[in-house]
C-alpha cells in the first residue's frame, strides 16, 4: 500500500488487517511503510470501531517497531551529527533503548559523564511519507465522493491531514526541542493558579543536535505505556496525568499532540516526563471550551445543559425543531450514562456517537483543528479501558474539571 504505491487492493487489505477479530499481522503492516503505523495506532484507539483486545494489540506498535541495524545508525550518525556532537560524546550503546515509527533512541554518554540518550531519525522516511499521503489523499477524496456525509463526519481526509501535519513536524527533531519550550512556558505561566509540580520534561542539547539527530539526557524511569503492561499504574497517577494533559487542552489550547502512552516516562521521582514533543497542537477555543462545559456539565449529571455546550459549536444556533430533535437523540444516547463503567461503556465510543449527532442534528463543526483534542480525549479513554475498566470516568473527572474551571478561569 504505502512504501511501494497505494493500490485499493493492498489499503483494503490494511483495512481488513485492523478490522479482522484474529490479531493482525503487525510485521506486514509496519513493511508498508511510515503513514501505515500512523494509521494502526489511530486505530488503536478506537474501541468504539475495534474490540478492546484488538485495540490492545494495536497498541503496541506504539513501542514495537523495527530497529535500524547497527552499522546504519552509525553511519547516520557520522554523516548527520554536527561537528560539535562527535568532540562531545565518549560512547554510544549499540543495542537500541527503544525504537518507534519515526526513528528509535540509543543510551550514550557524554566527554562530561553526562548519562544521554541520542535519537536518530530513520533515513528517508520524509519523501516516502508525503508521497504516500498524497496517493492515499486520492482514495480518500473517492471515498467522500461516494459518500458525501464522511465530509462531515468521521472525515477521513482531516484525519489524514492530520497524521501528515504532526508527522511531518516529528521527522525534524528541532521541532521537539521547541515543543518542550513551548509546553514549559505555559507550565510556568500557570504556576500561580494552576501548578503541575509533577509534570517534567527531558533536559536537551540543541549544539548537539540537529533536524536528523536529537541528544536529550537520560531519564530514568518507565514509560506509562510499560507501567500498564507490568499492572503498575494507580488510578490517582491516571487522574492526576488527565489534570496535567487536560489544563493544556481545555484551559490554553495547546498541548502535545501525540501523548499516547510511550511518549511518557514515569520517573524514579513518580513524575510525568514528556517526550516526544515534536507535534504540538491547538485546538480552537469554541471547540475546547464546549468541550470543556460538555463534559464538566455531564459529570454534574446536567444532561440538557451539556447538550446545549455543543450547540456553541454551530455557526448559528439551529432551528428549534433541529434542537428538540438533537436533544432527543442525545438523551438516547445518554440514557445509562453515569450508571455504567468504561468498561461497559467506552467514552470514545459514545464521543464518535455524540460528534456524528452534534454535526448531522445541530450543524455544529469540530473543524479539521478540533481533531487533535478528540484524539487526545481517546486516549485517555483507552488508558482507562486497559487499566481500570470498573471506573465510571466521567464521575471521576468531576474534582479535575471543577479545578479547570477555577484555576483556569474557564467562563463561557
Avoid at 515543543?179 to 505555559?186: C, D, N, Q, R, T
Wanted: glycine share 6%; charged share 25%.
Amino acid at each position: 500500500m504505502f512504501t511501494k504505491h497505494v493500490r485499493a487492493f493492498t489499503f483494503l487489505r490494511f483495512l481488513r488487517e485492523i478490522s479482522k477479530s484474529a490479531p493482525a499481522d503487525l510485521q506486514w503492516i509496519q513493511n508498508q511503510g511510515l503513514l501505515a503505523v500512523k494509521l494502526t495506532q489511530i486505530f488503536a484507539l478506537r474501541p468504539d470501531m475495534l474490540s478492546v483486545e484488538k485495540c490492545i494489540q494495536l497498541q503496541s506498535m506504539y513501542r514495537n517497531a523495527v530497529s535500524i541495524p547497527t552499522e546504519d545508525v552509525m553511519e547516520i550518525i557520522q554523516t548527520k551529527a554536527p561537528v560539535k556532537f562527535h568532540e562531545s560524546v565518549f560512547s554510544i550503546e549499540e543495542e537500541p533503548l527503544a525504537a518507534a515509527s519515526v526513528g528509535q533512541v540509543h543510551r550514550a554518554i557524554l566527554k562530561t559523564g553526562e548519562q544521554v540518550v541520542i535519537k536518530v531519525i530513520k533515513a528517508d522516511h520524509k519523501a516516502k511519507f508525503q508521497k504516500d499521503v498524497k496517493r492515499l489523499m486520492r482514495l480518500m477524496k473517492l471515498s467522500i465522493l461516494l459518500s458525501p456525509k464522511l465530509r462531515r463526519v468521521g472525515n477521513p481526509i482531516a484525519l489524514l491531514r492530520h497524521v501528515e501535519d504532526y508527522t511531518t513536524r516529528e521527522l525534524d527533531l528541532r521541532n521537539e526541542i521547541k515543543g518542550a519550550e513551548k509546553l514549559k512556558s505555559i507550565q510556568n505561566d500557570l504556576t500561580g493558579s494552576f501548578p503541575m509540580p509533577r509534570l517534567k520534561f527531558p533536559k536537551y542539547y540543541p549544539d548537539l543536535s540537529n533536524q536528523h539527530i536529537l541528544v536529550s539526557e537520560f531519564i530514568e524511569g518507565s514509560t506509562l505505556d510499560e507501567r500498564i503492561t507490568n499492572e503498575e499504574i494507580s488510578w490517582a497517577n491516571l487522574i492526576e496525568l488527565f489534570r496535567i494533559h487536560g489544563a493544556y487542552m481545555f484551559g490554553v489550547g495547546i498541548f502535545h499532540g501525540d501523548l499516547h502512552p510511550g511518549n511518557c516516562i514515569i520517573d524514579k521521582d513518580d513524575n510525568f516526563v514528556f517526550i516526544d514533543n515534536g507535534a504540538i497542537c491547538e485546538s480552537p477555543r469554541n471547540v475546547s471550551l464546549a468541550l470543556f462545559n460538555f463534559f464538566d456539565n455531564l459529570s454534574k449529571n446536567n444532561k440538557d445543559e451539556a447538550f446545549e455546550s455543543l450547540l456553541q459549536m454551530a455557526s448559528e444556533r439551529p432551528s428549534e425543531e433541529r434542537v428538540i430533535q438533537f436533544k432527543k437523540e442525545m438523551s438516547i444516547i445518554y440514557e445509562d450514562f453515569g450508571n455504567k463503567s468504561v468498561g461497559e461503556q467506552s467514552l470514545t465510543d459514545l464521543m464518535m456517537k455524540t460528534i456524528r449527532t452534534a454535526v448531522e442534528k445541530a450543524g455544529a463543526d469540530f473543524g479539521e483543528e478540533g481533531f487533535p483534542i478528540i484524539r487526545s480525549l481517546m486516549y485517555m479513554d483507552g488508558l482507562v479501558i486497559r487499566t481500570h475498566p470498573e471506573v465510571m470516568l466521567i464521575a471521576e473527572m468531576g474534582p479535575s474539571l471543577t479545578e479547570f474551571r477555577d484555576g483556569l478561569g474557564l467562563e463561557w
